[in-house]
């Protein structure tokens, strides 16, 4: 168990729709990040979030938006789904601003299906 | 676009064997660092291994990294079953400003 919470686990929804998902990180991390994972992309990294202020910006379409909340936990919101959205969405957590620093611990994702 | 690329994509060994995987990487990094992935699940972290770091070991587990090459090595020995699994490695692409970036993995299987 690395300690970080990722909620709902499946989803299944219909194209156009809009989704929140959420994150709990490990207790004490400040950072969090969020990726997508895929079987033709790979694990793209999408967002970080640093103790509430966003810190880097990888491939995250416009659709999509996330924050992360004074209690540490973070959402990714995804709005006028595609059924390229298809994906594992993995949150992980870290204690550093820098991801080089140390390990991130990843829960366990959500799978979103779009119809 | 992924900093580091993992080779072979896919490894089927037979258990108690040495397994062997490696990764390429195309800028200058800080670190290096090694996950695995059992299917479906969160990566779980292996090793990370600094640029100023040769070698580094971890139980069953010895990374090396060569800078002026830009690649890293991953070795497994004596697999077990519970070994089958994907690993990645990831790296800063530029800084760490972009995130840490993973490769598409290697896709180890382990024949009982």
């Known amino acids: 168990d690395s300690g970080v919470t990722q909620t709902p686990k499946h989803l299944i929804t219909a194209t156009g729709q809009r989704v929140t998902l959420r994150c709990s990180p490990r207790s004490g991390d400040l950072s969090v990040y969020w990726y997508q994972q895929s079987l033709d992309q790979g694990l793209q990294f999408l967002i970080q979030?640093?103790?509430?202020?966003?810190?880097a910006k990888g491939n995250i379409l416009e659709r999509f938006s996330a924050q992360q909340f004074p209690d540490l936990h973070s959402e990714l919101n995804l709005s006028s789904l595609e059924l390229g959205d298809s994906a594992l969405y993995f949150c992980a957590s870290s204690a550093y601003w820098d991801p080089l620093t140390g390990e991130l611990f990843f829960g366990e994702g959500s799978r979103l299906t779009v119809l | 676009s992924q900093q580091g690329e993992e080779d072979p994509q896919a490894l089927s060994i037979q258990e108690g064997e040495n397994a062997t995987m490696n990764c390429s990487y195309k800028?200058?990094?800080?670190?290096l660092q090694w996950y695995r992935q059992n299917s479906g699940r969160g990566l779980v972290h292996l090793i990370l291994i600094r640029s100023n770091e040769r070698e580094k070991h971890s139980g069953r587990l010895r990374v090396t990294l060569d800078t002026s090459k830009k690649s890293s090595s991953l070795l497994i020995t004596a697999s077990r079953a519970a070994d089958t699994a994907s690993y990645f490695c990831a790296t800063d692409a530029g800084g760490g400003a972009d995130g840490l970036t993973f490769g598409k993995g290697t896709h180890l299987i382990i024949q009982p």
């Open positions: 979030y640093y103790n509430g202020e966003e810190r």
């Open positions: 800028t200058s990094i800080n670190n």
